[in-house]
T-cell receptor
Framework: ETGVTQSPTHLIKTRGQQVTLRCSSQ?????VSWYQQALGQGPQFIFQ???????GRGNFPPRFSGLQFPNYSSELNVNALELDDSALYLC?????????????FGNGTRLTVT | AQSVTQLGSHVSVSEGALVLLRCNYS??????LFWYVQYPNQGLQLLLK??????LVKGINGFEAEFKKSETSFHLTKPSAHMSDAAEYFC????????????FGQGTRLTINP
């Protein structure tokens, strides 16, 4: 069973640039969620994709956007990067968007904005 | 609104001692609760979950947690700490607002003293 994989592991960008982060979900999982974890904080929900549609979003501006592909892999795109976007971005997959579905997390992408 | 509070941002115990990490939740509906562990430079790994049924939940690595509705608590315990338990621990409540969303606490850093 292949777990959740994310790429790249680390990334350094300049303020104002755009970035794309990628995630391959665990085999058999059709739901992908993205979380932002700032240093010393718990993860914050960005959005979730189910069957290629965004089905929920946290308190993040529209410059945070995403995609889910037919193979259930996903991308997180962030435009007009700000210094506060520096964080660990975590992708998680699950079998279905139900309350008791545990999320399986990847190791994250560490984004630094300078 | 659902929320989670973890009491104590840092907990330090001796190897072989009892580990107790505290989590209190706020939820207007029966909660689904999770504990995750995060090792340095890694993503989150599921330790255990409470959905319905037995209130004492056993997880991986010898950890367990007890759901107490009257106290709105879901504390994590391990009878005997091991050096490899040193990590960050997150309690989370799962809610459905269109998407399944995990609301995390701020985390507790567990240090094990030899």
């Amino acid at each position: 069973e292949t777990g959740v994989t994310q790429s790249p592991t680390h990334l350094i960008k300049t303020r104002g640039q755009q970035v794309t982060l990628r995630c391959s979900s665990q085999s058999g999982h059709n739901t992908v969620s993205w979380y932002q974890q700032a240093l010393g904080q718990g993860p914050q929900f960005i959005f979730q994709y189910y069957r290629e549609e965004e089905n929920g979003r946290g308190n993040f501006p529209p410059r945070f956007s995403g995609l889910q592909f037919p193979n259930y892999s996903s991308e997180l795109n962030v435009n007009a990067l700000e210094l506060d976007d520096s964080a660990l971005y975590l992708c998680a997959s699950s079998l279905a968007a139900r309350n008791n579905s545990p999320l399986h997390f990847g190791n994250g992408t560490r984004l630094t904005v300078t | 609104a659902q929320s989670v509070t973890q009491l104590g941002s840092h907990v330090s115990v001796s190897e072989g001692a009892l580990v107790l990490l505290r989590c209190n939740y706020s939820s207007s509906v029966p909660p689904y609760l999770f504990w995750y562990v995060q090792y340095p430079n890694q993503g989150l790994q599921l330790l255990l979950k409470y959905t319905t049924g037995a209130t004492l939940v056993k997880g991986i690595n010898g950890f367990e947690a007890e759901f107490k509705k009257s106290e709105t608590s879901f504390h994590l315990t391990k009878p005997s700490a091991h050096m490899s338990d040193a990590a960050e621990y997150f309690c989370a409540v799962s809610i459905i607002q269109g998407a399944q969303k995990l609301v995390f606490g701020q985390g507790t850093r567990l240090t094990i003293n030899p």
